[in-house]
């Protein structure tokens, strides 16, 4: 979980490098970001392998995001705004801990 939130954090402030003005925002398991946004000509396969609008992007960070996420039984989702935003939202399932554990 951390390596995804991690990685959310990392591409949206790599999205943001040509904005004059970029702002990331995390709360719990969303991270927004203003940039030019998502495109829908890349909507549809933000999530796959080798996908990606970065220069210099492989485009597998999010494609491990998904395996990640979905791998503890959760779902992540990329939503674009008008205006230029992107919203990447993750949830997993709430697993409570025995006594002792942390």
Do not use: W, Y
């Not at 990331?24 to 890349?42: C, E, L, M, Y």
């Not at 998904?66 to 939202?89: C, D, F, M, N, W």
Request: net charge neutral; hydrophobic share 45%.
């Amino acid at each position: 979980m951390q390596k995804v939130a991690l990685d959310l954090i990392r591409n949206a402030m790599e999205a943001m490098a040509s904005c004059p003005r970029g702002e990331v925002a995390v709360d719990r398991f969303t991270v927004a970001h203003k940039d030019p946004g998502i495109s829908a000509d890349i909507a549809d396969r933000l999530f796959q392998p080798f996908v990606t609008t970065k220069r210099h992007g492989m485009g597998v960070g999010l494609s491990i995001c998904r395996t990640i996420i979905e791998s503890h039984g959760g779902h992540i989702v990329a939503q674009a705004k008008p205006g230029g935003s992107a919203i990447l939202q993750f949830t997993a399932p709430f697993v409570e801990l025995s006594e002792g554990t942390a």
